[in-house]
């Protein structure tokens, strides 16, 4: 059995202003369908984080559905989880049309309960959850994530004699030292919902979502990565794919390395130096080493850079230039809870609840009170 294992295509997602909708197709095509097809894989899993946000564009949509045709048209299965910038709703709504051309979206946790059998190894898919999500589902009292993750896999009645995979999206902490992490992974508010990798300790390969930076945690546990660079901090970081193969209950892996079709760079120096460039369609990031702020720098920088997201000084290397801070029309800077309530929407298709606006409230009184 071979499968190649990626995540976190967040499709539909942004750099600064420049959409990533054409680096994205390229990956899916030039790269991972291609070596699909070149390794002759059984099928490629999608570990969570598909789209970007809940209420993804059309052209994010569209693009997601050419892929998969592409893929079960190629007798390539694709297994694919929901992850918690997705609306599993949204992406369901073909699961039971779908699973006989060799597509296999599980978006529910009663379905997550059955394996999916291919070349005898058995594959279950665990959609992104919360513990009250489980409590809701099944009438029981899980407190914590783990503890929902562990309940979970109670209810898959594994066979350990069997080779068995599972597609997970949350966050997995190593036996060991500590997560690798990205700027542009979601950060966690409240209590940490972590969980250990010895809870998947009956599968033969975890193929994990939701961690943006490639790296094993646990014996056969692993993070792909997303396939793109979506923050300056991954600049110098490189990018894979997994290469799966299980035979006889032993599993090997092999990262494949991505070269995408335009990178994601800091450049450092002086300005002069920048000018003399050779013209680049990466995405590049400006760290001057300037005393002075240059005029109307962006527009300069973009005739050599055209995809420069943003310009800092190293001297003060948080700020940006004005030209590139601009607040969006209606921002209201008296009330921040307000920007704040329009984003928890935008992200989670659903609008705070009144406690949790008093949460937010009453931090930010005290944010205030701290700084006067």
């Known amino acids: 059995m071979k499968f190649i294992h990626t995540a976190d295509l967040h499709l539909g997602k942004k750099l600064s202003e420049f959409s990533l909708l054409e680096d994205q197709r390229y990956f899916l095509f030039d790269v991972l369908l291609k070596e699909a097809k070149g390794h002759n894989v059984d099928a490629i899993l999608l570990s969570g984080d598909i789209y970007d946000t809940t209420v993804p564009g059309q052209s994010a949509m569209l693009l997601l559905n050419e892929f998969l045709t592409s893929a079960v048209e190629s007798h390539i299965k694709v297994l694919l989880i929901p992850g918690n910038h997705d609306s599993a709703e949204k992406l369901s709504f073909l699961s039971t049309l779908v699973r006989k051309d060799g597509l296999y979206l599980v978006t529910t946790l009663k379905e997550a309960e059955t394996p999916i059998k291919i070349n005898g190894v058995n594959f279950y898919c665990l959609p992104f959850l919360k513990h009250f999500d489980v409590n809701h589902e099944y009438g029981v009292e899980t407190k914590t994530y783990e503890e929902a993750v562990c309940f979970m896999i109670s209810k898959m009645n594994v066979d350990v004699s069997k080779s068995n995979v599972i597609l997970a999206h949350q966050t997995v902490f190593p036996v060991n030292g500590e997560l690798i992490r990205s700027e542009s992974e979601e950060p966690s508010a409240g209590s ?165 606006k008093g949460i937010i409230a009453k931090t930010f009184e005290e944010l205030k009170g701290e700084k006067q």
Request: hydrophobic share 35%.
């Open 192 to 356: 940490v919902p972590n969980v250990a990798s010895q809870v998947f300790k009956d599968f033969d390969y975890v193929a994990l979502g939701h961690i943006h930076k490639p790296q094993k945690v646990g014996r056969v546990a692993y993070y792909a990565g997303s396939p793109l660079k979506y923050h300056v901090d991954e600049a110098n970081s490189e990018k894979f794919i997994n290469l799966v193969s299980i035979k006889d209950k032993v599993t090997e892996v092999e990262r494949i390395h991505i070269v995408p079709r335009r990178d994601v760079k800091l450049i450092e120096d002086r300005w002069e130096n920048l000018l003399s460039m050779k013209k680049s369609e990466d995405y590049v990031y400006l760290l001057l080493d300037e005393e002075n702020r240059i005029d109307n720098a962006m527009e300069k920088a973009r005739a050599t850079f055209p995809n420069c997201c943003a310009i800092a000084y190293k001297e003060n290397s948080h700020e940006l230039t004005e030209e590139e801070v601009e607040l969006p029309d209606g921002f209201d800077k008296a009330d921040p809870s307000k920007e704040l309530a329009s984003f928890f929407s935008l992200v989670t298709g659903e609008e705070l609840t009144e406690y949790q």
